[in-house]
């Protein structure tokens, strides 16, 4: 498996910006897809963005376009979540995970290697 590990969660007052970050490291992620999902509680965990490894084709929720962005660094072995204008619904554990499956990347049975997760926390 990949190991994975986020990073950049805190506490933003609302309209605030955050970056998480997603370190990868145990193989090479050529031909993986990273999401990020995120989980609040009582919620399901939901899909909020994923990246290509390969060519850096992002994807994003409906309920993020616009504000939220994701890329990857190379160098760094390093997927970027930035997130901007943050709103309270926005509260949540963020989880990155990968895959080198090319479909069912909105869910989150297509996954098996998974980060510990980051807490981001939105005051209004």
């Known amino acids: 498996q990949v190991q994975l590990v986020e990073s950049g969660g805190g506490v933003v007052t609302a309209g605030g910006s955050l970056r998480l970050s997603c370190a990868a490291s145990?193989?090479?992620?050529?031909?993986?897809?990273i999401p990020w999902f995120r989980q609040a509680p009582g919620k399901a965990r939901e899909f909020v963005a994923a990246v290509n490894w390969n060519y850096g084709s992002t994807y994003l929720a409906d309920s993020v376009k616009g504000r939220f962005t994701i890329a990857r660094d190379n160098a760094k072995n390093t997927v970027y979540l930035s997130m901007n204008s943050l709103k309270p619904e926005d509260m949540a554990v963020y989880y990155c995970a990968a895959t080198s499956r090319n479909y069912g990347l909105r869910d989150q049975n297509t996954y098996d290697s998974w980060g510990q997760g980051t807490q981001v926390t939105v005051s209004s």
């Open positions: 145990g193989r090479t992620l050529r031909n993986y897809y």
